[in-house]
C-alpha cells in the first residue's frame, strides 16, 4: 500500500546470526503490526504497537523483538533464538477507531 | 482467546461459476471486515461492515453480516482469473478496547479458466 515501506524485499539469514526488517509509514498512524504468514497459511500476530514506546507481544513473539521509537517506524529483529524463520514477514499500520489496517509488500526471510 | 474460523481453506472453481467463503467469530464482534491477498502480494483491504444484518455489494462481490454479528460471508458471482487470492476476515470483538482486529486463517480461490 502506498504509505508503507518495508525492506529490504528479501533477506538471508544465517546461523545464530539476527536480522531486522524495516517498516516506515508516513500515514501518521499510531498503531503498527507485524505478522508472519507460512506458505498457505494465514497471518499470525508477532508485535503490535498502539502508540509510541509502548508496544505488546503477539502470539508468537517469542524469538523476535521490535522497538518504537518513532511514530513512523517499527522495525522486527529476528533473533538467533527463533530457530524457524523462513516466513513471509508483513508489517501494518493502522488509524483510529474501526479503520483498516494497511499492508507493506512484506519481507521474504530465509535461512543460508 | 477469540477465534476467527474461515471455511473452507481452499476451493477450486471453474471460471464463471460462484464462490463462497464463510467466516464464524466465537465471540461477538463490532466490525468485520475483508481482505484480498493475490499470490506473491500484500492483503488489501476491500470492505468493512458494523451492523449486525448488513449486506454490501461490490460489482460481483456481496458482503453479509450476520444478524448476531457473529459470522460474515462473502460472495462472488460468476468468477473470474482475476479473482484468483486468498480472502481474509478479520472481526473486533465487542469488549476489545483497543480496536484489535483478529485474522482469519482465509480461503484460498483458484480459477481455472
Known amino acids: 500500500d502506498g504509505g508503507i515501506t518495508q525492506s529490504p524485499k528479501y533477506l538471508f539469514r544465517k546461523e545464530g546470526q539476527n536480522v531486522t526488517l524495516s517498516c516506515e509509514q508516513n500515514?501518521?498512524?499510531?498503531?503498527m503490526y507485524w505478522y508472519r504468514q507460512d506458505p498457505g497459511q494465514g497471518l499470525r500476530l508477532i508485535y503490535y504497537?498502539?502508540?509510541?514506546?509502548?508496544?505488546q507481544k503477539g502470539d508468537i513473539a517469542e524469538g523476535y523483538s521490535v522497538s518504537r521509537e518513532k511514530k513512523e517506524s517499527f522495525p522486527l529483529t529476528v533473533t538467533s533464538a527463533q530457530k524457524n524463520p523462513t516466513a513471509f514477514y508483513l508489517c501494518?499500520?493502522?488509524?483510529?477507531?474501526?479503520?483498516?489496517?494497511?499492508f507493506g509488500d512484506g519481507t521474504r526471510l530465509s535461512i543460508l | 482467546g477469540q477465534q476467527v474460523m474461515q471455511i473452507p481453506q481452499y476451493q477450486h472453481v471453474q471460471e464463471g461459476e460462484d464462490f463462497t467463503t464463510y467466516c464464524n467469530s466465537s465471540?461477538?464482534?463490532?466490525?468485520i471486515q475483508w481482505y484480498k491477498q493475490r499470490p506473491g502480494g500484500h492483503p488489501v483491504f476491500l470492505i468493512q461492515?458494523?451492523?449486525?444484518?448488513e449486506v454490501k455489494k461490490q460489482k460481483r462481490l456481496t458482503f453479509q453480516f450476520g444478524e448476531a454479528k457473529k459470522n460474515s460471508s462473502l460472495h462472488i458471482t460468476a468468477t473470474q482469473t482475476t479473482d484468483v487470492g486468498t480472502y481474509f476476515c478479520?472481526?473486533?470483538?465487542?469488549?476489545?478496547?483497543?480496536?484489535?482486529?483478529?485474522f482469519g486463517g482465509g480461503t484460498r480461490l483458484m480459477v481455472k479458466p
Open positions: 500515514l501518521n498512524h499510531d498503531a
Open positions: 478479520a472481526g473486533t470483538p465487542n469488549n476489545n478496547a483497543g480496536n484489535m482486529l483478529t
Open positions: 504497537s498502539q502508540i509510541v514506546n509502548d508496544f
Open positions: 501494518a499500520s493502522k488509524g483510529q477507531g474501526y479503520q483498516p489496517q494497511h
Open positions: 465471540t461477538t464482534l463490532s466490525n
Open positions: 461492515l458494523v451492523k449486525s444484518g
